[in-house]
Nanobody
Framework: VQLVESGGGLVQPGGSLRLSCAAS????????IRWYRQAPGKEREWVGY????????NYADSVKGRFTMSRDNAKNTVFLQMNSLRPEDTAIYYC?????????WGQGTQVIVSS
């Protein structure tokens, strides 16, 4: 099982980024995927969830209305569209899959929101 995030970078407040989480090594369309983030000096926090076929999503209150998750099961990829970014969104963003009773994490992608 492998998860690889990409798409992070430096963006100004109010800007947008789209993160990707590319998966391999398991039947992607059978599993939900979750995004987390960890800001400097803080605990890792849950950001959002998407169901196996993408019909259900749920988000942390801190990102609700600004972030949107989607997935392309033909490409084994989950996306996190982040709009109206704020400095407090600065963090390393990770995707996670729970496959066969084990958690698998990507290596993370850095997002910096700063002017």
């Amino acid at each position: 099982v492998q998860l690889v995030e990409s798409g992070g970078g430096l963006v100004q407040p109010g800007g947008s980024l789209r993160l990707s989480c590319a998966a391999s090594g398991f039947t992607f369309s059978s599993y939900d995927i979750r995004w987390y983030r960890q800001a400097p000096g803080k605990e890792r926090e849950w950001v959002g969830y998407i169901s196996p076929v993408g019909t259900s999503t749920n988000y942390a209150d801190s990102v609700k209305g600004r972030f949107t998750m989607s997935r392309d099961n033909a490409k084994n990829t989950v996306f996190l569209q982040m709009n109206s970014l704020r400095p407090e969104d600065t963090a390393i963003y990770y995707c996670k899959g729970h496959v066969n009773d084990a958690d698998y994490w990507g290596q993370g992608t850095q997002v910096i929101v700063s002017s």
